[in-house]
């Protein structure tokens, strides 16, 4: 599997939207590839905000919690922010445990997560 079947990247305004086509997000390889889209998409765009979209994502490997925190450091500097949505329950469980919950804010879905980073008052 590439990159680009991996992961889709889009953008509504400034704001990207990362999604993965798996149900299933373990191969190293492919995130990895991943990985680097991202990079390439983040260093292109300069996005002010970054949804992580998990819809239709069962299970997921440490190494894309990895991710995450790769992309919240390259958008950091630029005071760029990294939100998660449309997690499961047991995946949200995940970021409670490992408290990641605390750096991340959870959405319950993407539209709710683009309206948060498109007007960070409301």
Do not use: W
């Not at 990159?3 to 798996?22: Q, W």
Request: hydrophobic share 45%; proline share 3%; glycine share 4%.
């Amino acid at each position: 599997m590439d990159a680009k079947e991996a992961l889709d990247i889009s953008s509504e305004g400034n704001v990207a939207i990362a999604r993965f086509r798996s149900c299933c997000i373990c191969d190293v390889a492919e995130i990895a590839n991943a990985s680097t889209s991202l990079r390439q998409y983040i260093e292109a765009h300069r996005p002010n905000g970054l949804v992580f979209d998990f819809t239709g994502v069962k299970f997921f490997s440490s190494q894309v919690l990895g991710l995450l925190l790769e992309a919240r450091a390259r958008l950091e500097p630029g005071e760029g922010r990294v939100v998660v949505s449309a997690l499961t329950s047991q995946l949200e469980r995940v970021f409670r445990i490992t408290n990641l919950d605390s750096i991340f804010a959870l959405h319950p879905d993407c539209t709710a997560a683009i309206k948060k980073l498109s007007n960070p008052t409301s």
